[in-house]
């Protein structure tokens, strides 16, 4: 497999503009996870989804952050409109099965920069 | 609630030196450990894990941790560093579903 996909991997927009992150989960993972690097804050988990369905997105830091999964493949994670606080790098990261015994596979990131 | 605390933002060693990075967790239920490193424009590869099998876990390229429940530490060492593994090093602390993640602790291997 080849591993958790995302797309694009670096992003420029312009404030206000709208940005769609891309993710494909490895083959048969049923747990995907969004999470946001900076520098101040350092990983942090914004949304994560069990079998295409969000389970918990307490971390979604406001209503301009969405994400969906519509199948098991491709996972979304938009924000509308953008703003330069924005600027993070985003990792999707899949697992099979959650915690514990299981480890996350994360993706090499997009890194996203609003101006 | 849980959390991890890595001690230390940037660490350096000379090459071939003894490799340590701390780790402190907090967790009112046996947590479940890893570490993973990042390389510079990468994702996070896992290192190791601690799933309460054995203490001292043994990971890829050469490096292992040890849980110390009566210290709440999980600490990460390598007896020898080499220039690859200069690296972003993150521990991570999970329960269940969600993985806390430690501020990171940066590794420069000195020539």
């Known amino acids: 497999d080849a591993g958790v996909i995302q797309s694009p991997r670096h992003e420029v927009t312009e404030m206000g503009q709208e940005v769609t992150l891309r993710c494909k989960p490895i083959s048969g993972h049923d747990y995907l996870f969004w999470y946001r690097q900076t520098m101040m804050r350092g990983l942090e988990l914004l949304i994560y989804?069990?079998?295409?369905?969000?389970?918990?997105d307490s971390g979604m830091p406001e209503d301009r952050f969405s994400a969906k999964m519509p199948n098991a493949s491709f996972s979304t994670l938009k924000i509308q409109p953008s703003e330069p606080r924005d600027s993070a790098v985003y990792f999707c990261a899949s697992s099979l099965g959650a915690g514990a015994r299981t480890e996350a596979f994360f993706g090499q990131g997009t890194r996203l920069t609003v101006v | 609630a849980q959390s991890v605390t890595q001690l230390g933002s940037h660490v350096s060693v000379s090459e071939g030196a003894l490799v340590l990075l701390r780790c402190n967790y907090s967790s009112s239920v046996p947590p479940y450990l890893f570490w993973y490193v990042q390389y510079p424009n990468q994702g996070l590869q896992l290192l190791l894990k601690y799933t309460s099998a054995a203490t001292l876990v043994k990971g890829i390229n050469g490096f292992e941790a040890e849980f110390k429940k009566s210290e709440t530490s999980f600490h990460l060492t390598k007896p020898s560093a080499h220039m690859s593994d200069a690296a972003e090093y993150f521990c991570a602390v999970t329960r269940t579903y969600k993985y806390i993640f430690g501020t990171g602790t940066r590794l420069k291997v000195l020539a």
């Open positions: 989804f069990n079998n295409n369905v969000p389970i918990d």
